[in-house]
């Protein structure tokens, strides 16, 4: 079935460094990515998405970049901040309605 | 503007009574998803609500868990005869559409259901 691998599942960074995180999907047909923040006790925030008609996309400190043929996308977080430190959870959806979720990653940054 | 509002925000029950959880999506969604959250875990689908289409209920993991939308607005999930696996975070979802167009999601905070 369709299927979502997010890595790593934690990761630490000192201040300022940059940290990213990688995501593989399965399924050729999806078609939209989006990037979730979520902090302890709320729900998961979207931060970024991407589609499929692009290959990279920026806002500030956040990036994502996608290679269609090889099934894979990723977050860029550069000049972390302390208030960066919460889980990350990729998605990817296709045709359908429904998203299909990566397992989370756990960012801590260092002060 | 008004979010995603999830109510209760938590939520302690014995073993064996039932529990109701509600869900107000952002107004003009027409998707509405549930999903579960145990601790420390990805986001486990439960159910999906379009417009007046039959609501996709695949992902219940058993029929103890019910889930229903009322004039394509609110939703209440309801779970009968809880049991303490059933403890978890419950996340709702709504987005402008759902199929074919690529709309984000917008969560709630969720509601945490403690069962003991």
């Known amino acids: 079935g369709e299927n979502v691998e997010q890595h790593p599942s934690t990761l630490s960074v000192q201040e300022g460094d940059s940290a990213v995180i990688k995501c593989t999907y399965s399924?050729?047909?999806?078609?939209?990515f989006p990037w979730y923040k979520q902090e302890l006790g709320k729900g998961p925030q979207l931060i970024i998405d991407?589609?499929?008609?692009?290959g990279e996309k920026k806002d500030q400190r956040i990036a994502v970049t996608l290679n269609k043929t090889a099934k894979h996308f990723s977050l860029h977080i550069t000049e972390t901040q302390p208030e960066d430190s919460a889980v990350y959870f990729c998605?990817?959806?296709?045709?359908?309605?429904?998203?299909?979720f990566g397992t989370g990653t756990r960012l801590k940054v260092l002060a | 503007g008004a979010g995603v509002s999830q109510s209760p925000s938590n939520k302690v029950t014995e073993k064996g009574k039932d529990v109701e959880l509600r869900c107000d999506p952002i107004?003009?969604?027409?998707?509405l998803y549930w999903y579960r959250q145990s601790l420390g875990q990805g986001l486990e689908f439960l159910i999906y609500?379009?417009?007046?289409?039959?609501?996709?209920k695949s992902g219940l993991p058993s029929d103890r868990f019910s889930a229903e939308r009322t004039g394509g607005s609110v939703s209440t999930l309801t779970i009968q005869r809880t049991q303490q696996e059933d403890s978890a975070v419950y996340l709702c979802?709504?987005?402008?559409?759902?199929?074919?167009?690529?709309?984000?999601?917008?969560f709630g905070d969720g509601t945490r259901l403690s069962i003991l």
């Open positions: 979802a709504s987005s402008l559409a759902g199929r074919s167009s690529n709309q984000p999601q917008h």
């Open positions: 399924d050729s047909a999806s078609n939209y």
């Open positions: 991407i589609r499929s008609n692009v």
């Open positions: 998605a990817a959806k296709g045709g359908t309605y429904k998203y299909i």
């Open positions: 107004s003009g969604h027409t998707a």
């Open positions: 609500f379009q417009g007046n289409s039959a609501p996709d």
